[in-house]
Structure formats: structure tokens, C-alpha cells
């Protein structure tokens, strides 16, 4: 006998019970469970004590199921109705996934649309069961070249287990690296939308409350998009298995300095743009989300612009925080210490107006022991000095309300590497960014990754509410991945990862990370060079003192 214990109400069992069986769940909003802190399929079957949670399209663990799910309902599809189209998946903008046809590139892709929806929505209604079944890796490989998956016979050479899962559907079979929905029927919201040579996939998010976001087109950050993306074939590094081969072809010098170089040039590219503009630029303005290197990126472009005979001068927005007794409560008594208000903009736009006007000003000095102001600074500038500031309101009009806005230039950062471990896997960038955070905290300041996973929610309500919004109003987006650093990351990130034992909240979130980081063949530290931006996160970086 043993004990479910759901919403605080205890049943005893004498024999094992699937999840799905402890529901009535006729409008299928539990895509998945969570059994002792452990994320599990509905088809899960268990016998012993457990304490069962339904997660709903709120918790972002259930929309990773739900998306590839989606994703593999997609896949479907087009095996279905067109089995000679070759596919790929990305991750893209709008909070939205982007799939392309890889060998029909100029395929009408809005009567391929109408085709696939009809198809998906087909498949919906039939309510068809994702049944998981494991086989030795020997027979995946078979499957995969028996059906033409070249791109999945080949990362199977990286998979340290001697098994592979898939998922069987009907007549289909696949694995998307991740727990499905327990049947077809669960995946009824989703939109496709034409966009550029392929479609976006939208489907509900946990940030907007389960709905739907709308779609917000994102022209100059789908640019950058496409040219890593671009970049990624150029330098043959955009799957797994491509990457890795660098390492093992011993040309891991010439890879790593290469994307190096990359960044170099598109340092070089805003240094020359900033140079035509320098009598008019007084104000550069750089914001992106947690974890992207604006420290590191700060310093270099410093750097870039001296070699111009430019000598900007850094001015950090931490310094305009208003005492904390002047903070406004909410009416649960807390303080967002991220919102705009917690700035004095009054203020900052003062000073800045004073320094582009050639004249002295008094910059505060903000003290985060004491949260309050402790003084001033006095400071003037001359014609060759414009300012940098680099902050989560950067780019925010409300910050620079005063300043012209042909006195500054923009600058929105993000890395943004276009990397999949196979056609229909891409890897997400937010969990570039969270493995990069993970390995800093733990680096700098001894925060085990369960500590940095505990505030990533409320690090992801920030950027939705005060970076995203802001992106498109950037002069520049810089791209501040490197094709490489998953590589380098991995052998900090997995340790403090699989510290977190299998009881804990943040384990779901870890195994998850873990599943795809284990495919990355190590690259030593000393290749990377100790101004590149990577070292931001590993340490060794002469712009931080480890």
C-alpha cells in the first residue's frame, strides 16, 4: 500500500496507478506532473509514497513540454502530407519558434501552411497517444538511417547512454529531448504565421498567464538573427555534432578565434559608425538581458572608440538609485527594485544635459550597504568624451526623456547563437544565458546553480517587462554569443548542476539543461582569450578581477 497526496488530500493505493488515472482532466490542461519534486509524464505509473502536483501552461517547465510537443505534432505533419520536405527548427522572436523548409526553399509556404494546419488539426482531434519506448542506441541508429535522419545518426556519436528514447505516435516516431504531452489532443492552441522563408510558431507562454502572446514583429533583432544563423554555416558549426568536430579535427585555435574575430568586427563596425557620428554623439546607451556580457562588451567598445581618439567615460545608472525609504510599497508593502521609478530621473537627465552642454556637474555616489545616496562627485567632460551608460533602462525613452535623441546611440546586446542538436532541436538562448549565469554565480560569488535557478522567474519578469519592450529602439544589436562557449561552459555548469539532488524544486529545470549540455565535447580554458567576453563567466578576463 502507499500514499498519493494531491492539493493536501491523501489516498492509499494496493497496486501501481498511472498520473493521468488520479484526474478528471476533460479540458487536458495538465500537459504534465510533478511527483516528489521530479517532472513526470501523466502516463508515468508509480507505487510508492508521493505527494502529485498538475502543472498547468503557468509553470515554464510545462510550456518546454508543450512546445515540444508542438513541435513534434509539426514534425508530423509534414511526414504526413509532405515527407519529401526536409525541416528545421529555430528559436526566434516573439516568443515564437521558427521551422523553415531546408530543401524547398521557395515553396509556397502559405498553401504548405493551410496543408500542415489541416493536418495538425486533424491529428489533434483525433487525440492520438505519445507512447514513450526505449531501444538500444544500435536500433536507433538503424531507424534513423532506415528514414533519412542523417543529422540524428550523427549526434547519437556524443550520447554517453547506451540507450535512446522515442516517441511513438500512430504511424510516427521521434524524440525531441524533452517529456511530451500524454496525447495529441492537448496541443489544441497553438497559431502558425508566414514569416520570412518559413513560419513562427506561437503557443501559450507562462509570462502571459497561459494565453498566446501577441505577435510583435522584431525586424532589426530578426536580422541579427539571421546573420548568425548565416554565421553559423559559414564557420560549420551549427548542430552539435559539426561543432564538436572542430575539436576533435584539432582546429579548435582556428574556430575559437575565429568567432572572436567575429565579435572584433562588430566591435570595429560600431566603433566606425559611432566615429562618423562623433560630434553629434554624446550619449551611448547599452541594455540587454541578464547574462549577455555588457561589462566585458562596455570595456571593449571603450577600447574600440579610443583607437579613434575617442575617450568615453562610463557613468553607472546604479548611482542614481533613490534611497530606500523614498521607494514607493506596493500594496503587499514590497519594493520592485527593478522598476524605472526606483531611479532618480529627474536627476540623471540634469547631469547628462549638463555634461553634453560642456558644463560641471555633481554625478551622486549610491552605497548598497547603507541603500542610500552618501554624495557627489563632481565631474566635466569635453567634446571627445561621450558617455556610456549600460543598465536595464538603458534604452528605456522614460530614462533619457530630455536628451535628444540624435545625441545617442543605442546599443541593444544579447547573445544569439543559432545552434540545434539536430533539425528539428534547436538549442534556446535562454538557457544559453541561464548556463552562462549559473557558472558566474558560482564562479564570483560560490551561489550553487539551485540558488541562481531560484531567481531566473523573477530575472525573466524583468527583461519581458523592461528590456524586450525596448529592443527595437537600439541603433546596433549586438550579438554576444559565441558559437564555441557552450563547449567551455559545459565543465563548470554540469558539477553544480547535478549537485541538485532529485528532491529539490529547481531539479526539473537541471535534468533538463543537463540533457542537452552532456552532447558538448570539452575546449580547454586557455584557448579562449583573456579579453573575450566568455571570460566574463569563467573568470581570467583582464576587464574583472576574479
Not at 498519493?4 to 489516498?11: A, D, R
Request: net charge negative.
Amino acid at each position: 500500500m502507499f500514499t498519493v497526496t494531491i492539493n493536501g488530500k491523501s489516498t492509499h493505493y494496493d497496486s501501481p496507478i498511472r498520473i493521468i488515472d488520479l484526474i478528471d482532466d476533460k479540458e487536458m490542461k495538465y500537459p504534465v506532473a510533478r511527483v516528489n519534486h521530479r517532472l513526470r509524464e501523466l502516463h508515468y505509473r508509480f507505487d510508492y509514497d508521493a505527494e502529485v502536483e498538475f502543472l498547468t501552461l503557468d509553470h515554464p517547465e510545462a510550456v518546454h513540454v508543450y512546445e515540444a510537443s508542438l513541435r513534434y505534432l509539426i514534425a508530423k505533419a509534414f511526414h504526413n502530407i509532405y515527407p519529401e520536405y526536409t525541416i528545421k527548427f529555430k528559436y526566434s522572436i516573439s516568443r515564437s519558434t521558427f521551422c523553415y523548409i531546408m530543401t524547398e526553399p521557395h515553396v509556397d509556404i502559405a498553401n504548405v501552411l493551410f496543408s500542415i494546419q489541416k493536418e495538425m488539426d486533424r491529428v489533434i482531434n483525433e487525440n492520438y497517444t505519445l507512447e514513450r519506448i526505449t531501444v538500444p542506441i544500435e536500433d536507433a541508429k538503424t531507424f534513423y538511417k532506415e528514414n533519412g535522419y542523417d543529422d540524428r545518426v550523427k549526434i547519437l556519436e556524443y550520447r554517453p547512454e547506451k540507450t535512446v528514447h522515442f516517441y511513438r505516435c500512430h504511424d510516427y516516431q521521434n524524440y525531441m529531448y524533452s517529456y511530451m504531452v500524454p496525447s495529441t489532443g492537448y496541443l489544441k492552441q497553438y497559431n502558425l504565421i508566414p514569416y520570412d522563408i518559413g513560419f513562427l510558431i506561437q503557443y501559450p507562454r507562462a509570462e502571459t498567464n497561459t494565453q498566446i502572446p501577441p505577435f510583435k514583429d522584431a525586424p532589426k533583432y530578426i536580422k541579427t538573427l539571421r546573420e548568425a544563423s548565416i554565421w553559423a554555416d559559414v564557420v560549420t558549426a551549427d548542430n552539435i555534432y559539426d561543432l564538436n568536430k572542430h575539436v576533435h579535427n584539432n582546429y579548435v585555435v582556428d574556430f575559437v578565434h575565429m568567432c572572436e574575430a567575429k565579435h572584433n568586427a562588430m566591435l570595429t563596425e560600431i566603433g566606425d559608425i559611432i566615429k562618423e557620428r562623433e560630434h553629434e554623439i554624446s550619449l551611448i546607451a547599452i541594455a540587454g538581458p541578464s547574462s549577455s556580457g555588457k561589462t566585458t562588451f562596455s570595456n571593449r567598445l571603450r577600447i574600440e572608440l579610443m583607437t579613434r581618439g575617442i575617450r568615453p567615460i562610463a557613468i553607472s545608472l546604479d548611482d542614481y538609485y533613490l534611497n530606500r525609504e523614498d521607494l514607493i510599497e506596493d500594496e503587499n508593502g514590497a519594493v520592485d527594485l527593478e522598476h524605472i521609478n526606483t531611479l532618480d530621473i529627474a536627476l540623471f537627465n540634469r547631469n547628462m544635459q549638463e555634461l553634453i552642454r560642456g558644463k560641471e556637474t555633481n554625478i551622486p555616489i549610491f552605497d548598497f550597504k547603507v541603500k542610500k545616496r552618501v554624495g557627489y562627485r563632481t565631474l566635466k567632460i569635453t567634446d571627445d568624451t561621450p558617455i556610456i551608460i549600460e543598465g536595464i533602462h538603458a534604452l528605456n525613452a522614460q530614462l533619457t526623456q530630455n536628451i535628444p535623441d540624435y545625441k545617442m546611440f543605442k546599443i541593444f546586446i544579447s547573445p544569439q547563437i543559432q545552434l540545434n542538436l539536430d533539425h528539428h532541436n534547436p538549442i534556446s538562448i535562454t538557457d544559453l544565458r541561464l548556463i552562462r549565469r549559473i557558472v558566474r554565480d558560482k564562479k564570483f560569488r560560490n551561489a550553487a546553480a539551485a540558488r541562481t535557478l531560484a531567481m531566473w522567474d523573477s530575472v525573466r519578469q524583468g527583461e519581458f517587462r523592461w528590456i524586450y519592450p525596448n529592443q527595437e529602439h537600439a541603433d546596433y544589436v549586438y550579438n554576444s554569443g559565441l558559437q564555441y562557449e557552450l563547449n567551455v561552459l559545459k565543465k563548470y555548469a554540469l558539477p553544480t548542476l547535478r549537485e541538485i539532488p532529485n528532491d529539490s524544486e529547481f531539479y526539473i529545470t537541471a535534468n533538463r539543461l543537463i540533457k542537452f549540455m552532456k552532447y558538448f565535447v570539452d575546449i580547454d580554458d586557455y584557448h579562449v582569450p583573456n579579453n573575450s567576453l566568455l571570460r566574463e563567466f569563467i573568470g581570467g578576463s583582464i576587464f574583472v578581477e576574479d
